[in-house]
């Protein structure tokens, strides 16, 4: 088929759009819908008309390539040139380098989680504008994970901590926390999974992992991390866009649909806000140069935007997440009650901690007036004076998990931060335990899926978590050493307290013979 | 009033850019982050076609925007002449 066009004229946006989506689609005629199409019914969402899906963007498959290999050529260049000048010595502190590897291992697979789910939901929609649309994130998702491991893959030549990043996935306690978040995800239905993913991370939740933080790793001279961080920003606009286009189409729809769209909604603000409490530590305690504190980016970000969005849906019958005051209130203490965590298991984690220097103890002062100098400070404080006298505490006894977020219990009561906030539900005859009112009420919803979740404590203490072969009856039985081996932590070298560790000694070594002549 | 924003890497391609938005939209407030600026407006942003291209001296298309986007907020709109954000509430 010739396709030049004749009258010499280059089609306009829209045209062109129409002619390379929806122009190729076509209507099946000897197979019926409901058998190409299997999930689209079983979740209770109406759609009576595809073609009302708006695309905004209008972008094309030969235009995405085009964009896409741009920024690759851009992004490679600049990771080649890093690596070859040794910029991993021009950052702040390699104190910062813990904040990274918590990146590879916590964030980089849920890229290719979100690879997988965008692949699966594209597939699913008998809708060629939101197919395709899904089909770019898909591959945006897996370009993600790729860069990112790529960039990261030069400091696991220096330094420690970085070396089976998808091995620990399956088995590091915290690094359940985000990848039993995507399993959810991928788990439920496509549309769920768009409600999921597509609106309440992408478009409420996502700017406060990457503006802040990638803007914090420029500001640290981590220029790789900058790199890849903005090159897969770049896609982000478009999965926004894409994650409030699915919210608005459903909608309007059906007004069925809105009460199924509104319990996501809930559900996916508080299971990706409870996640976020990782990049609230990385951001108050683990960036040596800091550029706001979470506090403040969950004002602009959350509170700011998130609010302008909720007023705007509120047209559809949507009103905004459940739980808001809580969260609103928790904004002044969960990175430091995850901090608190981490420093304290610092003898089970794959990165180090540290106490925080005074002036860095300052800064949390200013940023956290209500709240720092009364419940946390002291605590630090205590603890790097222990440090200092040999002491260093290290928490040996496993704590309890929430069921459905799977965080230790170390969030409190709502409007009290000295009580731990604890929940527990009865179901067949068990007994399940969670963090808060939300993570209780999502477990309520779905019991017959939240009571499978491989929890890794418990399944420590069911003997789960030790290599192949290993006995636990033999005398002097080390547990943690044996839990250490099986998820391929270095003990002594990956994990422990900053100080003292290889990774300082190299870096001060490696910096004195880029700055002298010794 | 809500506020929608855009955000764009600060590099040599996004100063002209830049330029052309704040023309285009007096009402608009930048902010210079590191490796970053973050533009945010009241209501509604356009960017448009034309502006940059008087600035850059050549054809530019909108969608190159892609190459240097951080993030933006609002409901988008995009023809061949402009980009506009914007929200109903
Ligand atoms: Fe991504
Ligand atoms: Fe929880």
Redesign the pocket.
């Known amino acids: 088929m010739d396709m030049k066009a004749t009258s010499g004229k280059k089609l306009g946006l829209k045209e062109k759009y129409r002619h390379m989506t929806r122009g190729l689609d076509w209507e099946p005629s000897y197979q019926k819908k409901e058998d190409i199409y299997p999930y689209m019914a079983y979740e209770g969402i109406k759609i009576h008309d595809w073609d009302k899906w708006e695309d905004p963007f209008r972008l094309t498959m030969d235009s995405y390539w085009k964009y896409q290999a741009e920024k690759e050529r851009k992004l490679y260049a600049i990771i080649d040139a890093y690596a070859q000048n040794n910029g991993h010595l021009n950052v702040t502190d390699a104190r910062y380098l813990n904040a990274i590897k918590l990146f590879l291992t916590g964030i980089s697979p849920l890229?290719y989680m979100?690879h997988r789910g965008f692949a699966h939901a594209g597939r699913a929609f008998p809708g060629a504008g939101p197919r395709v649309a899904c089909l770019m994130q898909s591959l945006?998702?897996i370009r993600?994970a790729q860069t990112q491991i790529h960039a990261l893959s030069n400091y696991n030549k220096h330094y420690n901590g970085f070396h089976d990043f998808s091995h620990m996935l399956q088995r590091v306690w915290y690094l359940s926390v985000p990848r039993s978040f995507f399993d959810d995800a991928v788990t439920a239905g496509p549309f769920e999974f768009m409600v999921a993913i597509g609106f309440s991370f992408e478009y409420v939740l996502t700017n406060l992992l990457f503006v802040p933080f990638v803007s914090g790793a420029a500001y640290n001279g981590d220029m790789g991390t900058m790199t890849f961080g903005f090159s897969?920003q770049s896609?982000e606009a478009r999965h926004m866009t894409l994650g409030l286009e699915i919210i608005k189409f459903i909608l309007e729809q059906d007004p069925d649909n809105v009460p199924i769209v509104q319990r996501w909604i809930d559900k996916w603000t508080w299971r990706g806000y409870r996640v976020l409490t990782l990049v609230g530590m990385m951001m108050d305690y683990m960036l040596p140069k800091r550029i706001m504190s979470w506090k403040e980016a969950w004002e602009v970000y959350f509170e700011q935007n998130g609010g302008a969005l909720f007023k705007d849906l509120a047209r559809y019958g949507i009103r905004p997440p459940k739980w808001l005051d809580q969260i609103a209130f928790d904004k002044d203490h969960i990175s430091h009650q995850a901090w608190a965590t981490f420093y304290q298991y610092g003898a089970a984690s794959d990165f180090h901690t540290w106490s925080p220097t005074d002036d860095e103890l300052d800064w949390l002062s200013k940023k956290y007036p209500d709240s720092f100098d009364k419940y946390y400070r002291p605590r630090l404080e205590h603890w790097r004076e222990q440090a200092k006298q040999g002491k260093r505490f290290y928490n040996t006894t496993l704590p309890q998990l929430c069921q459905v977020c799977q965080i230790p219990m170390i969030f409190t009561e709502p409007g009290d931060p000295t009580k731990t906030c604890y929940r527990e539900v009865d179901y067949l005859g068990e007994k399940f335990h969670f963090c808060s009112d939300g993570c209780k009420e999502i477990f309520e919803n779905e019991p017959e899926k939240f009571k499978q979740a491989w929890l890794p404590v418990n399944q420590i203490y069911q003997g789960n978590c030790f290599p192949d072969g290993t006995d636990p009856t033999v005398e002097d039985f080390e547990p943690l050493a044996k839990v250490l081996e099986y998820y391929h932590v270095n003990f002594g070298r990956d994990n422990l307290d900053f100080e003292g560790s290889e990774d300082q000694k190299n870096f001060a070594a490696w910096r004195g013979m880029a700055t002298t002549n010794e | 009033m809500s506020t929608v924003f855009i955000a764009l890497q600060a590099n040599e391609d996004t100063r002209p850019i830049i330029e052309a938005i704040t023309a285009d939209n007096p009402h608009a407030v930048v902010n210079q982050q590191p490796a970053m600026v973050k533009i945010d407006a009241e209501h509604s942003l356009v960017v448009r076609r034309q502006t940059i291209e008087e600035l850059i001296g050549r054809d530019f298309d909108l969608q190159e925007l892609q190459i240097n986007l951080i993030t933006l907020s609002g409901h988008v709109d995009e023809t061949d002449d402009e980009l506009t954000l914007h929200w109903n509430a």
């Open positions: 890229e979100a945006d998702e993600h897969a896609d």
